[in-house]
């Protein structure tokens, strides 16, 4: 079975300062990790996923097979980051088909 | 970007009646449709995935006669609710994927159910 996990239900940090969002992953192969960002009264939309290692909106995701992690980070947080964070999973085995973490709500104070 | 469109946005009805939610790829043919079911804030849980032209697979403990889904065509999966109850009020979204996922999902945005 697969399953992720976002420990931190709630984010909160000053405008300017770094954020990590946490996620643990578990699955029995080689995964397809997401994190995917819902802003207020708007869609789920894709914000980054590990096979591009790509940096997008100064957000980056590093997958650690060893600790079955991927978590996201930015270095220096903006007011406009402020929204529901999902992370997650995708495995052949499952089909592709997605399983998400329960989420982290980021709020960034200014 | 790939656009997926649902509707309606929101509907309320009756007990024991009938709802049917379109889910449909604006600019993109989806081989594959997905259909999630989300409570107020809590995370997206999939209830069944849907190809185009064969039956959609449904995950464990969601009823097939109770959520009906039909992928007519590359560009539209349609989601009924019948026999609605107060219990199947809920956020429903939809999501369409391309060849594999690994590009990711694009989601629609969502339909509010309200069933009195």
């Given at each position: 079975?697969?399953?992720?996990?976002?420990?931190?239900?709630?984010?909160?940090?000053?405008?300017?300062?770094?954020?990590?969002?946490?996620?643990?992953?578990?699955?029995?192969?080689?995964?397809?990790l997401f994190w995917y960002v819902q802003y207020s009264r708007q869609r789920l939309q894709l914000l980054l996923r590990h096979i591009s290692r790509e940096s997008i909106k100064g957000f980056t995701a590093d997958l650690n097979k060893g600790e079955t992690s991927f978590h996201l980070k930015k270095p220096?947080?903006?007011?406009e980051?402020?929204?529901?964070y999902y992370c997650a999973l995708s495995g052949q085995a499952a089909?592709?088909?997605l399983t998400f973490g329960g989420g982290t709500r980021v709020l960034v104070k200014p | 970007g790939a656009v997926v469109s649902?509707?309606?946005?929101?509907?309320?009805?009756?007990?024991?009646?009938?709802v049917k939610i379109e889910c449909r790829s604006l600019d993109f043919q989806a081989t594959t449709m997905f259909w999630y079911?989300?409570?107020?804030?809590?995370?997206?849980?999939?209830?069944?995935?849907?190809?185009?032209g064969s039956k959609a697979t449904y995950e464990q403990g969601v009823e097939k006669d109770k959520f009906l889904i039909n992928h007519a065509s590359l560009t539209l999966s349609t989601l009924t609710v019948t026999s609605a109850h107060p219990e199947d009020?809920?956020?429903?979204?939809?999501?369409?994927?391309?060849?594999?996922?690994?590009?990711?999902?694009?989601?629609?945005?969502g339909t509010r159910l309200t069933v009195l």
């Amino acid at each position: 079975a697969q399953r992720v996990t976002q420990p931190e239900k709630l984010l909160s940090v000053f405008k300017g300062a770094p954020v990590e969002l946490k996620c643990n992953y578990s699955y029995s192969g080689s995964p397809e990790l997401f994190w995917y960002v819902q802003y207020s009264r708007q869609r789920l939309q894709l914000l980054l996923r590990h096979i591009s290692r790509e940096s997008i909106k100064g957000f980056t995701a590093d997958l650690n097979k060893g600790e079955t992690s991927f978590h996201l980070k930015k270095p220096f947080a903006q007011e406009e980051d402020s929204a529901m964070y999902y992370c997650a999973l995708s495995g052949q085995a499952a089909g592709n088909k997605l399983t998400f973490g329960g989420g982290t709500r980021v709020l960034v104070k200014p | 970007g790939a656009v997926v469109s649902q509707h309606p946005s929101w509907v309320i009805c009756k007990s024991g009646t009938s709802v049917k939610i379109e889910c449909r790829s604006l600019d993109f043919q989806a081989t594959t449709m997905f259909w999630y079911r989300q409570f107020p804030k809590q995370s997206l849980m999939l209830m069944a995935t849907s190809n185009e032209g064969s039956k959609a697979t449904y995950e464990q403990g969601v009823e097939k006669d109770k959520f009906l889904i039909n992928h007519a065509s590359l560009t539209l999966s349609t989601l009924t609710v019948t026999s609605a109850h107060p219990e199947d009020s809920s956020f429903y979204i939809c999501s369409a994927s391309t060849s594999g996922a690994h590009k990711g999902q694009f989601f629609g945005p969502g339909t509010r159910l309200t069933v009195l």
